[in-house]
């Protein structure tokens, strides 16, 4: 049974939590506001915060500027938006991800061809030490692969696991049609296909490995060995 010392003990914590919830929430600051307005795609409130002299490129504690976040959500016209306002398409959060490296990964076709005439960089690379053509190959984003292909990106940049973007298709690529596909887009673009692995194992070995015919006979006509 309780005693009156233990009934008084929990009124008070009782009303010590209703009051906890009945403080105000601390206010967003306009950089939070403009990455929690870009992750939902409100162009308006990004328009009036921008309007109102609020950086395009604040951080929040993830590292992460409005447009990545922008991009995080697949957000196109508030990416579009935020671009058009300065934002940087090659700033990385504090797990190397930026808008264009992100948009390549998720096959954002369009943030990807906003970032790139935007000054994206090429050559920069993820926590995995890859560039945005080598997840677009992974996932199989065949538009997003043609566009890279065409951007001046090294198609035989070779990422931290020893693999380039060809092998990234074979290796973790499905061999359906979308991965056939990127490996036609890579070969036409004039990718290295006899440029093998950390062991030396060549891309036609991992197809052959894998019993992907179609990607073997592309490989086989481009001069793979």
């Known amino acids: 049974m309780l ?5 008084l003990h929990h009124t008070i914590l009782r009303c010590l939590y209703l009051a906890f919830l009945l403080l105000p929430l601390p206010a967003l600051s306009s950089t939070e506001a403009l990455i929690a307005a ?6 308006a409130v990004i328009r009036k915060l921008l309007d109102a002299g609020t950086p395009v490129n ?3 504690e993830r590292g992460r500027n409005a447009v990545l976040a922008a991009t995080d959500e697949g957000r196109v016209e508030a990416a579009r938006l935020l671009i058009e306002h300065g934002a940087d398409v090659n700033a990385k959060d504090h797990i190397h991800d930026s808008a264009f ?3 390549g990964a998720r096959g954002h076709t369009e943030i990807v061809r906003l970032a790139l005439a935007a000054g994206a960089n090429p050559a920069s690379t993820n926590r995995y030490g890859g560039t945005a053509l080598i997840p677009a190959c992974h996932y199989g984003h065949v538009d997003t692969v043609r566009l890279l292909v065409k951007s001046g990106i090294n198609l035989n940049h070779v990422n931290n696991l020893g693999w380039t973007a060809l092998l990234e298709a074979i290796i973790l690529g499905s061999g359906g049609p979308a991965h056939v596909e990127i490996v036609r887009l890579l070969i036409e673009a004039g990718a290295n296909v006899n440029l093998g692995d950390r062991d030396g194992v060549r891309p036609l070995a991992h ?3 894998r019993g992907q015919d179609a990607i073997i006979r592309l490989l086989v006509r481009a001069g793979a060995r």
């Open 3 to 7: 005693t009156t010392m233990h009934l």
């Open 38 to 43: 870009a992750e939902r795609g409100d162009t």
């Open 58 to 60: 604040g951080r929040d």
């Open 101 to 103: 490296l992100l948009a």
């Open 207 to 209: 197809a052959t490995q």
